[in-house]
């Protein structure tokens, strides 16, 4: 799988010096020595724009007055360069620059202008920041791009492993669907259950790494809350009625939501409280001043104080947890974003633990 890009691997960008006197280059290069960014130098506004065409720089020193091609038409050229349309630029000049001068370049992004002579102590501490800038926008560009590529890696897993897996479900149900024996029986219904846990595990992976790259698709539809509710926990008790779920519904329920993440949501939540609960587990579904709430309840030990800042991160399972990745509670957060609503938990050894599901009433599909 991709790896993420340390910051101290990431390459410091040069440093461009145009100016049109040697003795001025020679002498910013003297001033510049202490960083750590090479400095690159141009005699010329066209010798820049040869420069900039196929290199990326951190900044780029640029001196005003200079023949032929002046330093406000070689900052012009420079902009229209896909490498530089960002680049912070220090413009060097013997004189002030009156007002409307100053408003035309730092239209085209100019950081800042320094009169010369150039005090040296000024340049380098001016330059040095904006090098620490750009070293920062890239680290973060490259670990995002690397975060990216695993999700993408996690994705293809998750697809690649669901056939085999679709293969391994469909013959042990054949093979229920027979007369057997009581121990091959029940063997084959615990390779079922085991299987299907694996499906659920893959599924979260594919729901992870789609949240990764943005928010979950969402394709709202009307529909009643307590309806849904109502669905998942007999669901849940059809196949163990050794556990009781109650459900209570309070004021108007009806709304606009994706009914398959939706019920993926609460099922996470109702399934998370039985695990961790004492064997039973509450639903209310209730209106709200701002849409509605679905609060998932259980009692038994409360959560962790440590786990509870972290616990909708993802692989966040807590040191005593041995089922599934730790992705639940992480799909629940993003599936709450996706409908522009959040999640919250409290949790407590006198009150039990409690989610709360909070959601608009409507939710626009996205265009």
Not at 141 to 153: N, S
Request: proline share 6%.
């Amino acid at each position: 799988m991709s790896e993420v890009v340390p910051a101290s691997s990431v390459p410091r960008a040069p440093i461009l010096a145009v100016d049109d006197h040697p003795a001025n280059l020679l002498a910013l290069s003297g001033i510049l020595e202490r960083l750590d960014s090479p400095l690159v130098t141009a005699a010329s506004g066209a010798e820049a724009l040869e420069l900039a065409s196929t290199t990326e720089f951190a900044v780029i020193l640029l001196d005003v007055m200079m023949p032929g091609m002046d330093g406000f038409e070689t900052l012009a050229r420079l902009r229209a360069l896909p490498l530089a349309q960002e680049t912070p630029v220090v413009l060097l000049t013997a004189y002030e620059l009156d007002t409307r001068a100053i408003e035309k370049v730092r239209g085209m992004g100019t950081v800042d202008y320094i009169l010369k002579p150039v005090a040296p102590e000024l340049l380098r501490g001016k330059v040095a920041a904006l090098v620490s800038l750009h070293q920062r926008g890239e680290e973060v560009r490259r670990r995002d791009e690397a975060l990216a590529a695993k999700d993408r890696d996690i994705a293809m897993l998750a697809h690649d492993l669901q056939n085999p897996l679709a293969a391994i479900i469909t013959s042990v149900r054949t093979m229920l669907n027979r007369d057997l024996d009581p121990r091959n029986r029940g063997t084959a219904e615990r390779i079922e259950r085991s299987a299907a846990r694996m499906s659920e595990m893959i599924r979260s992976l594919t729901d992870y790494a789609r949240a990764g790259r943005g928010p979950i698709p969402i394709t709202p539809s009307n529909m009643e809350l307590g309806e849904l509710c109502r669905e998942v926990i007999d669901q849940f008790q059809s196949v163990d009625q050794a556990h009781r779920i109650d459900l209570s519904r309070v004021g108007d329920l009806m709304g606009s939501w994706d009914h398959h993440r939706l019920h993926q949501a609460i099922s996470n939540l109702v399934g998370n409280a039985l695990r961790h609960g004492s064997g039973s587990a509450a639903v209310q579904a209730r209106d709200a001043s701002d849409g509605v709430e679905i609060a998932v309840s259980n009692a038994g030990p409360p959560i962790p104080p440590e786990l509870l800042p972290v616990i909708f991160e993802p692989f966040e399972r807590g040191e005593h947890a041995r089922a599934g990745l730790g992705l639940g509670l992480y799909i629940v957060r993003a599936i709450a974003h996706a409908h522009r609503g959040d999640v919250s938990v409290t949790s407590s050894a006198d009150r039990g633990t409690t989610f709360v599901l909070r959601l608009p009433r409507t939710v626009a599909s996205p265009r």
